[in-house]
């Protein structure tokens, strides 16, 4: 019905929001189960799911409940975790040594996920934090530099040794120069041709990895949870910087890009996006978590609503699949929907 006092207008964007099955028609961008990475911390030990207080909702587990979990995670159609080992203080030292130890804890869980779930693929990082007592991801030399090449050499160790317990992919997150190429020939050595590289390719220098340093228990070692890698993150004023290392671990032979934290870089996921024919993965953080729980305990923000709005963005911006800590929560609800 035309009312008297109508504007004529050519159009009315409004009409193609007018209904649920409208907005879904029209809808441009999605969040699905595909595309989401579940990361999670196992520690040594029997005992109950540690919780870790700065991330609700986020457990350390032991071995036996890693798997019952990826199990659960992978029944919910996830394809993939991310798994981080939190290291007991005594096995840490200056150089990070347990890293390449037989016994890591690392091992024995991608081998225990491995055998228990095989069709869910596993993510190992490739960085030393874990098991300094400095909590650097790299060797400190006497100067106290975080030093390239040395680190670089282990690095490709440990990525060779994870590969071989049963991660598909390996994630260097250390952002040392020149890593991926030496991780991809000395995983090609090893006969391990089929194993991925996930690059942490544009990981800047943040504020918001606070939390993680506490799951994993480098703020505790190192003494702070603000522990400064600047001279290895990026800078979170640089972009072509990011695209630059980017172009590297593509040359160098990584088969996805990923850029972290994902939030507050979207514009880098973007742009990243019209650089490159891979697949970009984004990390949203342990921060970018705490925060949206944080506000939603408070009452100040509505956590689901929250939640997704947060995702939707990530995936607008470019990227194919995002590493976060509500993947079981919002993989939980989107079956409920449907
Ligand atoms: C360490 C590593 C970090 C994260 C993943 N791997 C923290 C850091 O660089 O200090 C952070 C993940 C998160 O905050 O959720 N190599």
Redesign the pocket.
């Known amino acids: 019905m035309v009312k008297s006092n109508a504007l004529t207008l050519a159009r009315r964007p409004r009409r193609n929001r007018r209904s649920a099955a409208i907005r879904h028609l029209t809808q441009e961008t999605r969040v699905e189960i595909d595309d989401l990475i579940q990361?999670l911390f196992v520690r040594e030990g029997r005992g109950a799911p540690e919780p870790v207080k700065s991330m609700p909702g986020v457990f350390r587990f032991s071995v036996s409940d890693l798997v019952r979990e990826c199990r659960d995670i992978h029944n919910l159609g996830i394809s993939a975790v991310a798994i981080f080992p939190c290291i007991s203080p005594k096995f840490k030292d200056e150089r990070g040594s347990y890293a390449l130890s037989p016994d890591n804890l690392l091992f024995r869980a991608l081998a225990a996920v491995k055998k228990e779930v095989p069709a869910l693929l596993i993510i190992a990082?490739v960085?030393l934090?874990p098991y300094t007592s400095h909590g650097h991801?790299g060797l400190v030399d006497p100067q106290g530099d975080i030093s390239n090449d040395e680190t670089v050499n282990v690095l490709a160790k440990l990525a060779v040794l994870e590969a071989g317990a049963g991660a598909d992919w390996v994630a260097p997150?250390?952002m040392m120069d020149g890593r991926v190429g030496a991780i991809r020939k000395a995983l090609d050595r090893a006969g391990r041709i089929e194993t991925g590289i996930l690059a942490y390719s544009a990981?800047f220098a943040s504020s918001?990895?606070a939390?993680?340093?506490d799951a994993v228990g480098?703020s505790k070692s190192a003494g702070t949870s603000a522990?400064d890698?600047r001279t290895y993150?990026l800078n979170s004023a640089n972009t072509r910087e990011a695209l630059l290392e980017a172009r590297l671990d593509e040359e160098e032979g990584a088969d996805v890009l990923m850029v972290k934290p994902a939030g507050p870089y979207l514009d880098v996921i973007h742009q990243l996006r019209s650089q490159t024919q891979l697949p970009i993965a984004a990390?949203q953080?342990?921060?970018e978590y705490a925060q949206i729980h944080a506000a939603a305990q408070k009452g100040w923000l509505e956590l689901e609503g929250a939640r997704d709005e947060s995702l939707l963005a990530i995936r607008r911006a470019g990227a194919d699949m995002i590493l976060t800590y509500f993947a079981k929560d919002v993989a939980a609800n989107l079956r409920k929907k449907n």
């Open positions: 990361p990082d960085a934090d991801d997150s250390d990981k918001y990895y939390p993680f340093r480098s522990l890698k993150q990390y953080v342990s921060g």
